[in-house]
């Protein structure tokens, strides 16, 4: 049975206040969901660390989704 994908995420309080840091949590989220979806992935029983810079939330969600499959691309955590 292959475990989840684990996902902590780190936002620094300067980022906001806690609406604005839980808006680029959701965010951020939900482009990892999306692109591993659609990618095919390797990630069982991985523990990822994802550190959200406070001007993600100036990020057009295409970008975003780039960028979250780039990351994830240089892990190794994505086959393309």
Known sequence: ???????GFSIKR??????IRN?????TR???AEVFHQESS???G????AVVSPTADAIAWEDLKGQ?????AKSGLLNE
């Open 1 to 7: 049975e292959e475990s989840p994908l684990l996902v």
């Open 14 to 19: 300067t980022a906001g206040n806690a609406v």
């Open 23 to 27: 808006r680029l949590r959701r965010r």
């Open 30 to 32: 939900a482009a990892m």
């Open 42 to 44: 390797k990630y069982s």
């Open 46 to 49: 991985a523990l990822c660390l």
């Open 68 to 72: 979250v499959a780039e990351c994830f």
